[in-house]
């Protein structure tokens, strides 16, 4: 069987498809370089460049590569970003999965690995994040991840879709020094950049309600997470039936703090953080549970938090230095 990632050149994508290969499972890359990287993209895997929103693109592309199942992780991933840019958000990862999901039907293509978040549950109200966890998206991003669940749900039960969404939660790290997190928005580069340009990171809040006042996150590894949309493409290429999603959790959270007294032993750079006013709207803690990833796709925590950090931080100096 044949994969075609969408968004194969990000971050996340690029990680999937360097496990699909190393599985030894053919993959195609399609991607808009919107943010990913071209040079992510190994020589020996096929690369359409475009939009999933171009339906005779996708359509050419699953045609021409024999495509037999899709691990669709292109999106706007932007959350905080997307209350400004609702539409351009909903275009995206609503209408481009639609434009994805008919062009697969029309294709015969019938397996879908999706990139869903948990950003579907918004703010919970709870110590540990199950999959039953009542879904209160808080921007137009987890929403739109939501619909794009509901969008596979549905052509399930109308076209016979076979699919699972996993749900992730703050991924970080790398799995080869030439992957890095190109994104603006995400705390390990934030704190790399300002490391490296002789600033002082910044953590907003230490007054919450838990062990040392920062928030608390649940933060996996990206090439853990990349095995696991592998072994749910397995599960899919035997005709095995998986749940309309999984958390990929860890169980057990981390703190802001921890993770800036972690990278300063890792980088050998002391510093003491800024501390700056809460964000509104951010929750003092989401952690989440991952046992029945654990149960169905091989799903554990094979990085500890120093092997994220030191992982993350050979990546950005490897980019750092072109």
């Known amino acids: 069987m044949t994969w075609l990632v969408t968004g194969g050149a990000g971050y996340i994508g690029a990680h999937v498809v360097e496990a699909l290969t190393e599985a030894g499972m053919p993959a195609v890359v399609l991607d808009d370089l919107s943010s990913g990287h071209a040079g992510f993209v190994p020589e020996s895997v096929p690369f359409v460049r475009g939009s999933i929103l171009d339906g005779e693109?996708?359509?050419?592309?699953?045609?021409?590569?024999a495509v037999t199942g899709v691990i669709h992780v292109a999106g706007y991933k932007y959350a905080g970003v997307s209350v400004t840019r609702?539409?351009?958000?909903?275009e995206q990862n609503v209408t481009g999965t639609a434009v994805l999901l008919e062009r697969m039907q029309s294709a015969g293509v019938d397996r879908v690995v999706f990139s869903s978040s948990a950003a579907v549950y918004g703010t919970p109200d709870t110590l540990l994040v199950t999959e039953?966890?009542?879904k209160a998206p808080e921007s137009p991003y987890g929403e739109s991840k939501l619909v794009g669940e509901w969008l596979l749900r549905d052509q399930a039960t109308a076209a016979g879709l076979h699919a699972t969404a996993l749900r992730y939660f703050n991924v970080v790290g790398s799995g080869s020094p030439r992957l890095f997190d190109s994104s603006p928005h995400n705390l390990f580069p934030l704190v790399f950049d300002a490391l490296s340009e002789g600033r002082v990171p910044r953590i907003n809040g230490d007054d919450y309600d838990t062990p040392d006042g920062t928030c608390v996150r649940d933060y996996i590894h990206v090439a853990d997470l990349a095995l696991a949309h592998v072994a749910a493409a397995k599960r899919l290429e035997v005709g095995d039936e998986l749940l309309p999603a999984y958390n990929l959790g860890s169980g057990e959270g981390v703190s802001v703090r921890q993770i800036m007294?972690?990278?300063?032993?890792v980088t050998g750079i002391a510093f003491v953080p800024e501390i700056g006013p809460r964000r509104p709207g951010d929750p003092a803690r989401i952690v989440a549970s991952g046992e029945l990833a654990a149960r169905d796709l091989d799903w554990r925590m094979r990085h500890d938090l120093r092997e994220m950090v030191a992982s993350a931080w050979a990546a950005h100096q490897a980019a750092s230095r072109g």
């Open 132 to 134: 039953e966890t009542p």
């Open 261 to 265: 007294d972690t990278v300063a032993e």
């Open 86 to 90: 609702p539409l351009h958000t909903y």
């Open 57 to 65: 693109l996708v359509a050419r592309a699953l045609d021409e590569h």
